[in-house]
C-alpha cells in the first residue's frame, strides 16, 4: 500500500458525495492518504468544507469565491470570507481565477474578484488556489502583476507558461487528466519543471483517472497520476508521492 498521499485540491462538500461522505472521510487514512484540502467555491461551501475540517485530524480547507459562483455576489462578500480564512484548519484562499468557458459573469467581474481575493491572500501570508480556464494570458498576466504564492490548479496551459508559473514562486497541481490518453500537454509540462515544484490532486469527485475515468473521484485515486508521472521521469510510484507531499506540506504551511 502506498503512503504519503497529500489532495492537494478536492471538493469533498459536493454532493455526490451526500451518501457516503463521513464513511469515505473516515476510511481515507488507512487507504494511505495523510492529509485533505477541499476548497471552497462560495461561502456557503466554504463553510461545510469547515465543518468537516473539524470532525477530521487530516482534512483541511481553502475558503474563496469560484469564478462561476459570482452571480449575485459582491466584493463586500468577501468578507465572509475573510472570516473564514482566520480559521486554524483553513490553508489557502480558494478556488479563485478566471473561467472564460462558462462565462457565468463577465469577465471583469471574475478580475475584480480575482485580484481582491488575491489581495486579501498577500495581506494574510496564506497561498492562493487558481482556477485557469481558457484564460491563460489575463491569469498570467494578474499573477505576474499580483505575485501571490500558491498553485494554478488543473493546469492546462502550455510547458513555456508552466515555466512562467515557476519563476513566479508557484506550483504547478495535476490531476487525472495526466492519466487520460489525450495528455501530451500535462506530460509535456511534467517534463519541463523541478518536481519541487508540483503538486498532486483530485478535483473530485471529478477528473477519476484512468482506469476509473467516469467513475466518482476520490482522494484514494491519486497514486494512478503519480505512477503515471513516475513512468514519464523514471521514478518509483512512491517517490513521486513523497516529494509532491512535501511540497503540499510546504505550500500550505501544515
Not at 467555491?41 to 468544507?49: L, R, V
Not at 471574475?110 to 495581506?123: G, M, P, R, T
Amino acid at each position: 500500500m502506498y503512503s504519503n498521499i497529500f489532495d492537494t485540491h478536492s471538493h469533498y462538500d459536493d454532493d455526490k458525495f451526500d451518501k457516503d461522505r463521513f464513511s469515505l472521510l473516515s476510511g481515507l487514512k488507512e487507504k494511505g492518504v495523510c492529509a485533505v484540502v477541499s476548497c471552497g467555491c462560495d461561502i456557503q461551501s466554504s463553510k461545510f468544507n469547515k465543518l468537516l475540517s473539524e470532525k477530521f485530524d487530516d482534512f483541511y480547507f481553502a475558503a474563496g469565491f469560484h469564478p462561476e459562483n459570482l452571480e449575485g455576489a459582491a466584493l463586500d462578500d468577501l468578507d465572509g470570507i475573510r472570516e473564514l480564512l482566520a480559521d486554524e484548519k483553513c490553508v489557502a484562499v480558494g478556488e479563485i481565477g478566471l473561467d472564460y468557458h462558462w462565462m457565468a459573469s463577465t469577465k471583469q467581474k471574475q478580475k475584480d474578484f480575482f485580484v481582491s481575493q488575491i489581495e486579501i491572500a498577500k495581506e494574510l501570508d496564506m497561498p492562493v488556489i487558481v482556477h485557469d480556464r481558457e484564460a491563460h494570458g489575463d491569469t498570467l498576466d494578474i499573477l505576474k502583476k499580483t505575485a501571490p504564492k500558491g498553485v494554478v490548479h488543473c493546469f492546462s496551459g502550455s510547458k513555456e507558461m508552466a515555466k512562467e508559473i515557476i519563476k513566479l514562486g508557484m506550483y504547478i497541481g495535476l490531476n487525472g487528466v495526466a492519466t487520460f490518453k489525450n495528455a501530451r500537454k500535462s506530460l509535456e509540462v511534467v517534463r519541463e519543471i523541478p518536481l519541487e515544484r508540483l503538486l498532486l490532486e483530485t478535483d473530485c469527485p471529478y477528473l477519476a483517472p484512468e482506469p476509473h475515468r467516469g467513475e466518482r473521484n476520490d482522494s484514494s485515486y491519486i497514486p494512478f497520476i503519480a505512477e503515471k508521472i513516475g513512468e514519464v521521469l523514471g521514478e518509483s510510484t512512491q517517490t513521486i508521492l513523497d516529494i509532491t507531499c512535501e511540497n503540499a506540506h510546504r505550500m500550505y504551511n501544515i
